[in-house]
């Protein structure tokens, strides 16, 4: 049976990586099967209405960062409010999803995709500056340090952590001392390199309505 976060991608026919390793390999249903479910070929993809490519592109990052209608909506209603304050709202919008714990703890490579950072972070396998945060929603600043706590290392999830962490690429916005399992934010995330799957003027219009 098709796993449910593989029918998302295929829906929204876009890969945002909910399945980790398995979304880089041959066996994404994606790349099997690149339209829609319950189509029979990528053809039979419908054209959309402007209100649901709208709600399409909403989907595209709400998705992506592993949020529930409401916690994404909320970051929307907040960025929109400072419109004319700042000088990039998509940007500022990107930069609030990033630097969700959950997010970094992703982008260190801790995880293999958010929802189960998300699920770390919630127990208790996380430190910021030396503090227990069991917050996904947390917000890091620049200069912040992430560690895994010390106890948590022998448990089987992180038992190859060292190896993983070796081959995993982190955003430049973000350093790794793996010997300490470390992670400190050294800068703020750029859409260049973060490139969302998403047109976010778009999302703005559909939360404008």
Not at 116 to 133: E, M, P, T, Y
Not at 135 to 163: A, C, M, N
Request: charged content about 35%; overall charge positive; some cysteine.
């Amino acid at each position: 049976m098709l796993n449910p976060k593989c029918k998302i991608c295929r829906r929204l026919g876009v890969k945002l990586f909910l399945k980790g390793e398995r979304c880089l390999s041959p066996k994404c249903a994606l790349l099997k099967k690149p339209y829609p479910p319950g189509l029979k070929t990528k053809k039979a993809r419908r054209s959309l209405s402007e209100y649901s490519k709208e709600l399409r592109e909403k989907q595209k990052l709400k998705n992506l960062y592993n949020l529930k209608e409401k916690q994404f909506k909320n970051y929307v209603k907040e960025v929109l409010e400072k419109r004319g304050k700042v000088e990039d709202t998509g940007l500022l919008l990107i930069r609030k999803l990033e630097k969700r714990l959950d997010n970094v703890i992703f982008r260190l490579g801790f995880a293999f995709s958010r929802a189960k950072a998300r699920q770390l972070v919630s127990h208790d396998h996380f430190v910021v500056n030396g503090k227990r945060i069991n917050i996904p929603s947390y917000q890091v600043k620049k200069e912040d340090k992430i560690s895994l706590v010390p106890s948590s290392r022998k448990i089987g999830t992180f038992k190859d952590i060292t190896t993983i962490l070796k081959k995993h690429k982190i955003p430049s916005w973000l350093k790794l001392d793996i010997e300490k399992l470390e992670g400190e934010v050294i800068a703020e995330p750029t859409l260049e390199e973060v490139v969302p799957p998403a047109e976010i003027s778009i999302i703005f219009e559909y939360y404008s309505r």
